[in-house]
């Protein structure tokens, strides 16, 4: 069954802004790493953010200072506020919970930046 259901990507310009949401059942959610990562055409995935079950985070230096990842552990959801977004942010983002044995992935969301 689906446990990972992301949301919020589209169109934007250069200099614009989306934020991605990410809604996980409970039983994968609690106590998971939960991150981002991308996946441009042509390139392999890579990180770009992750925070941990008590708010710890972690960014790619590319999106350092311009995204900002962040989790309800009430709701089960974590959330990517993307600012400033380049043309080079293009990609399908994907949303991962890592726990100690298993990794869960969504069906991604694809975010282009483009005038």
């Known amino acids: 069954q689906v446990q990972l259901v992301e949301s919020g990507g589209g169109l934007v310009q250069p200099g614009g802004s989306l934020r991605l949401s990410c809604a996980a059942s409970?039983?994968?959610?609690?106590?998971?790493?939960m991150g981002w990562y991308r996946q441009a055409p042509g390139k392999q995935r890579e990180l770009v953010a992750v925070?941990?079950?008590?708010?710890?985070?972690n960014y790619a230096e590319s999106v350092k200072g311009r995204f900002t990842i962040s989790r309800d552990n009430a709701e089960n959801t974590v959330n990517l506020q993307m600012n400033s977004l380049k043309p080079e942010d293009t990609a399908v983002y994907y949303c991962?919970?890592?726990?100690?044995?298993?990794?869960?992935w969504g069906q991604g969301t694809q975010v282009t930046v483009s005038s």
């Open positions: 991962n919970a890592q726990r100690i044995f298993n990794s869960y």
């Open positions: 925070v941990t079950s008590s708010g710890s985070t």
């Open positions: 409970r039983s994968i959610f609690s106590g998971a790493v």
